[in-house]
């Protein structure tokens, strides 16, 4: 048979009791579907789904029509051909909650990319797909930009890591209240999805704190950065620190002796001792080239900003000692608290909730996220450390 036969033509203006009068060569599919075997299905079905998603916008009746056609013309075929035909159909932009099931249900191993490409898609459709509790067609759902509500809510239930790693990098999905809690708690368990949370400029990256060890350094630094200027919780960890028998320079100059004679094991277990961290964290801590992590530990301490960039000198690389990458643990020095540094080794130690950052009286706002003068503009502090750390040269004895 000519696939040629088979074309989308406008309605012939018959009654409405006259089915499928918006395809032309109806009489032939009926008698072809009667007495042809299943190549003859698979042939049509195909030809009419392409005709179709070749198809400017139908008409209700049009739409209603081919609906009848295709519910008869799928059970005919055989799966691959039907698979074929989904695809096909999956083409269009107009397709109704129907045939949105029709390609669901038939569409096979690329369903999930349809999920995620297809124009629109009625949120019954979608609910559907959810209730049969795959997890890859979920996360395929989850990167789409027109989830409702209802959506979300059902999204957010699903124990499943693949979803919330599609949600974590959904930026149509606004991060707050709930939905907000639930993306912070996951970043703790999964680093993918911490990666993505990271990246968003409408994350508070405070909330990422416990996942600071699977963080690039850039990352640290923006979970540093996002307890600027911002009080924090009461942490346990901030009397013990106020109690410790180790005074801070005291503590300077034992790391600043053991980073120079490069003795990293007796610094994490120095790092041990002193904060109570595990002793992954400490060795994490200890063999830190880039100074992020180490900068945490001294800021907690009180560490003045000349002194502590000093021991970040003494533990980073030779080619992390620039005038940019010290000038910028200078300016944290001087806008991170000893109290926020506190809160983000409470944080590692898992002895904070972080959704408590989100209450009003904690929470990041515009004035203070401003740059300070420092950021501005050299500080003689910034320039007097930078200059006296320079003479020092890289892993000066």
Same mark, same amino acid.
């Given at each position: 048979m000519s696939l040629e036969l088979i074309e989308w033509v406008p309605p012939l203006g018959a009654d409405a009791d006259d089915t499928m009068t918006g395809f032309k060569p109806y009489a032939t599919f009926e008698l072809l579907m009667d007495t042809g075997g299943t190549e003859r299905a698979n042939t049509l079905l195909c030809a009419a789904c392409d005709a179709f998603a070749r198809r400017g916008k139908p008409s209700a009746g049009e739409l209603d029509q081919f609906a009848v056609l295709a519910q008869k013309l799928f059970p005919g075929a055989s799966p691959a051909s039907r698979a074929k035909a989904a695809a096909t159909l999956g083409r269009s932009e107009y397709l109704s909650p129907f045939l949105e099931e029709l390609v669901v249900r038939h569409l !096979? +191993? +690329?369903?999930? +990319?349809?999920? @995620? %490409?297809?124009? *629109?898609?009625?949120?019954?459709?979608?609910?559907? @797909? &959810?209730?049969? !509790? +795959? =997890?890859? &067609? /979920?996360?395929?759902? =989850? *990167? *789409? /930009?027109?989830? %409702?509500?209802? &959506?979300h809510g059902r999204l957010f239930q699903m124990n499943s890591r693949k979803v919330y790693r599609a949600l974590a990098g959904n930026l149509s999905i606004a991060p707050k209240g709930p939905f907000l809690s639930a993306l912070a708690r996951s970043a703790q368990m999964d680093h993918q999805v911490a990666f993505s949370l990271a990246a968003r400029k409408d994350f508070d990256a405070a909330l990422l704190a416990p996942a600071f060890f699977d963080l690039s350094e850039p990352d640290r630094i923006k979970v540093i950065t996002a307890f600027a200027n911002r009080p924090t919780p009461a942490s346990p960890i901030r009397r013990t620190l106020e109690q410790i028998s180790v005074a801070a320079p005291d503590l300077v100059r034992a790391l600043d002796k053991l980073f120079s004679e490069n003795r990293r094991p007796e610094i994490a277990n120095l790092l041990n001792q002193i904060t109570g961290l595990d002793e992954v964290r400490c060795g994490q801590i200890a063999h830190d080239t880039k100074g992020a992590a180490l900068f945490v530990v001294l800021s907690a301490f009180g560490t003045r900003p000349a002194e502590g960039l000093r021991v970040i000198v003494r533990a980073s690389a030779e080619e992390d000692n620039s005038a940019g990458h010290l000038g910028e643990f200078a300016r944290l020095f001087e806008t991170v608290t000893p109290n926020a540094a506190a809160f983000m080794l409470s944080a590692w130690r898992g002895e904070v909730d972080l959704i408590e950052m989100t209450r009003p009286e904690f929470r990041a706002s515009d004035r203070r996220r401003a740059p300070t003068p420092l950021a501005r503009e050299r500080s003689p502090i910034v320039d007097a450390a930078i200059e006296q750390l320079a003479r020092l040269g890289a892993r000066a004895g």
């Open positions: !096979g +191993d +690329d369903l999930a +990319d349809f999920l @995620v %490409s297809a124009p *629109r898609l009625a949120e019954s459709t979608m609910l559907k @797909v &959810l209730a049969s !509790g +795959d =997890a890859n &067609l /979920a996360a395929a759902l =989850a *990167r *789409r /930009a027109d989830l %409702s509500a209802t &959506l």
